[in-house]
Nanobody, 120 residues
Framework: QVQLVESGGGLVQPGGSLRLSCAASGSIFSINSMGWYRQAPGKQRELVAVITSGGRTNYADSVKGRFTISRDNAKNTLYLQMNSLKPEDTAVYYC??????????????WGQGTQVTVSS
């Protein structure tokens, strides 16, 4: 069994910063790519940023230069540093990871989501 648990969301004023974390636990053999997605009310879930096991990153145009994705492979933890936050960044943020366990091939796993609200 694999679990992804996000933390770090909350309410922040425009221009502020937040750092999201996502800890993976369970019978993990390896973790391939990891990423952050978000879903605003009435909108489809969208990719925010992804990072490969080797550290290559890719960002949505809307967050380039403001958000930084990183991972600690020793801790099986993913991070998203969000700076210069805007009201349009308000959404539920989800962690995603492609994980191979000791008992099965690699599957996509999702966290439960953490709310980020940017408002004055």
């Amino acid at each position: 069994q694999v679990q992804l648990v996000e933390s770090g969301g909350g309410l922040v004023q425009p221009g502020g910063s937040l750092r999201l974390s996502c800890a993976a636990s369970g019978s993990i053999f390896s973790i391939n790519s990891m990423g952050w997605y978000r879903q605003a009310p009435g909108k489809q879930r969208e990719l925010v940023a992804v990072i490969t096991s080797g550290g290559r990153t890719n960002y949505a145009d809307s967050v380039k230069g403001r958000f930084t994705i990183s991972r600690d492979n020793a801790k099986n933890t993913l991070y998203l540093q969000m700076n210069s936050l805007k009201p349009e960044d308000t959404a539920v943020y989800y962690c995603n990871a492609e994980i191979q366990t000791y008992y099965s091939r690699a599957y996509d796993y999702w966290g439960q989501g953490t709310q980020v609200t940017v408002s004055s």
